[in-house]
Antibody, heavy 121, light 109 residues
Framework: QVQLVQSGPAVERPWASIKISCTTS????????IHWVRQAPGQRPEWMGS????????RYSQFFHDRTTFSRDKSANTAYMELSGLRSEDTATYYC??????????????WGQGTRLTVSS | SYELTQPPSMSVSPGQTANIPCSGE??????AYWFQQKPGQAPLLVMS???ERPSGIPERFSGSTSGTTVTLTITGVQAEDEADYYC????????????FGGGTKLTVL
């Protein structure tokens, strides 16, 4: 069965960086995009961007493009999201989700369990 | 910036029908998706491309669309349906390809 398993919770200091992993199984990794979505406590989900796991092409939300880097390791069926310059407002749960195509014709159909990040001094 | 608008909360008794609307100007041009989220869990896709129910989702969940509004309907609500529901779509040019509504907290009385 399809699974997306994310790295565990983290507590980071302001101005630090974090790299969250999303390890997939149960499908052909390179055939799907991985999207990253974050959700602050009590707030709606917020799209951060995506990576095409086949060719590595990335797309970033205008709100995160200067602090976010997406990457992938095809040999490990794993996608990564690195967020730098952390601040308290980045305290949230971060999700990866797969999508078959780069249009609204395809759903975010399977999600990781989420990685809770707390930014605190 | 483009927004999807949902009522923040809704209450229904078990066995009744819940109609959760989501409005947005680009909805006639872009598909909408619905996610159910329970506390401490990841979002779960419960409706795809406006009206398509994913495999494994109970038949009591259905979707409809009319103009700039899409609606998730839960017929015969059960206690386990208590959750936050988010609609998701994109703006008309897909400049912002993934946008979520503010969410509707469904309470089963």
């Amino acid at each position: 069965q399809v699974q997306l398993v994310q790295s565990g919770p983290a507590v980071e200091r302001p101005w630090a960086s974090i790299k969250i992993s999303c390890t997939t199984s149960g499908y052909i990794f390179g055939n799907y995009m991985i999207h990253w979505v974050r959700q602050a406590p009590g707030q709606r989900p917020e799209w951060m961007g995506s990576i095409h796991t086949g060719n590595g092409a990335t797309r970033y939300s205008q709100f995160f493009h200067d602090r976010t880097t997406f990457s992938r390791d095809k040999s490990a069926n794993t996608a990564y999201m690195e967020l730098s310059g952390l601040r308290s407002e980045d305290t949230a749960t971060y999700y990866c989700a797969r999508r078959y195509c780069d249009s609204t014709s395809c759903p975010l159909d399977y999600w990781g369990q989420g990685t809770r990040l707390t930014v605190s001094s | 910036s483009y927004e999807l608008t949902q009522p923040p909360s809704m209450s229904v008794s078990p066995g009744q029908t819940a109609n959760i609307p989501c409005s947005g100007e680009a909805l006639p041009k872009q598909y909408a998706y619905w996610f159910q989220q329970k506390p401490g869990q990841a979002p779960l896709l419960v409706m795809s491309k406006d009206t398509e129910r994913p495999s494994g989702i109970p038949e009591r969940f259905s979707g409809s669309t009319s103009g700039t509004t899409v609606t998730l309907t839960i017929t015969g609500v059960q206690a386990e349906d208590e959750a936050d529901y988010y609609c998701q779509s994109a703006d008309s040019s897909a400049t912002h390809p993934v946008i979520f509504g503010g969410g509707t907290k469904l309470t089963v009385l």
